[in-house]
């Protein structure tokens, strides 16, 4: 009986460690309140973007929707003076179309769309296994896409300077379309 109990604190430390891990900060916006790894393998406090607006894409190599990292690019050379960070989150969970090694992943982004906005390393956006960032953002019912699970490549999650996540925008809106680029220029505003 004593194994058990000591057995279940040592699973229940493990869990709370692990979900400690993956949280940065209680005390920033809860979309910001998260650790990453970047591409490199370094962890990324996601509070390291309060103040400024986010933009969250979860990207893949090799998806008709690929070519929105030129998009993306644009945006980020755009707008990032005025305040915007656009953050690629890859994720190989539609299609198999982020096969790539993290190594493999930087090398294509830099070299065929000259990417210099932050990218993450890859994760799961969907289902139990999730990231805690994409669980958070999916919680929430979020116009104009809505709340559930992530559909496809390139959707993309605009959070303000505050941390609220504003805007859920489906892979299908470039990121050059009028509805995005308002989007950012108004929370930019704020």
């Given at each position: ?69 030129s998009g993306l690019q ?74 559930g699970a992530i559909k ?39």
């Open positions: 009986m004593r194994s058990k109990t000591l057995l279940a604190g040592i699973v229940a430390m493990a869990l709370f460690s692990v979900g400690m891990a993956e949280e940065a900060s209680k005390d920033s916006p809860p979309a910001l309140a998260f650790s990453m790894k970047s591409l490199e393998g370094e962890n990324v406090d996601l509070s390291k973007y309060e103040g400024k607006v986010v933009l969250f894409v979860n990207v893949a190599s090799n998806c008709g929707y690929t070519k929105q990292y644009k945006l980020h050379q755009t707008h990032a003076e005025k305040g915007l960070a656009v953050v690629g989150v890859p994720c190989n969970q539609f299609g198999g179309q982020e096969p790539g090694t993290s190594k493999e992943i930087k090398q294509f982004c830099s070299s065929k769309y000259n990417v210099t906005f932050d990218m993450l390393d890859k994760v799961n956006v969907n289902g139990g296994d999730a990231c805690g960032l994409y669980k958070y953002l999916t919680g929430l019912d979020t116009k104009p896409a809505g709340k496809w490549n390139f959707e993309k999650f605009l959070v303000d300077r505050k941390g609220n996540v504003v805007g859920r925008f489906g892979s299908g809106v470039d990121p050059s379309s009028p509805e995005l680029v308002q989007a950012i220029e108004k929370a930019l505003a704020n």
